[in-house]
């Protein structure tokens, strides 16, 4: 059964860091490509970080710079660290892992930048 749990959501000041987790479970093969959305209220999910198997990683032009990527394949995990925080990053962020055409998604975490 596949299962993907996010974990590091919260509250933070603005120029903060967070440091988002995400454990995938249930795969069989080597995961194609694992990565983090956005979603506020009203707005469509948008793509934030992702990192592609044996590719290079795409960062969001609003998060370059300040939001990293990494992933630990022989646990299935992927990390999102955030730093220099803005209040335009608070939304729920999301876990996915593209498998064999095929995408997965986390719960949602949420992040709120605020003072």
């Known amino acids: 059964q596949v299962q993907l749990v996010e974990s590091g959501g919260g509250l933070v000041q603005p120029g903060g860091s967070l440091r988002l987790s995400c454990a995938a479970s249930?795969?069989?093969?080597?995961?194609?490509?694992m990565g983090w959305y956005r979603q506020t209220p009203g707005k469509p999910r948008e793509l934030v970080a992702r990192?592609?198997?044996?590719?290079?990683?795409f960062y969001a032009d609003s998060v370059k710079g300040r939001f990293t990527i990494s992933r630990d394949n022989a646990k299935n995990t992927v990390y999102l660290q955030m730093n220099s925080l803005t209040p335009e990053d608070t939304a729920v962020y999301y876990c996915?892992?593209?498998?064999?055409?095929?995408?997965?998604w986390g719960q949602g975490t949420q992040v709120t930048v605020s003072s």
């Open positions: 990192s592609p198997s044996g590719r290079s990683t």
């Open positions: 249930g795969f069989t093969f080597r995961i194609d490509a």
């Open positions: 996915n892992v593209y498998y064999r055409y095929a995408d997965y």
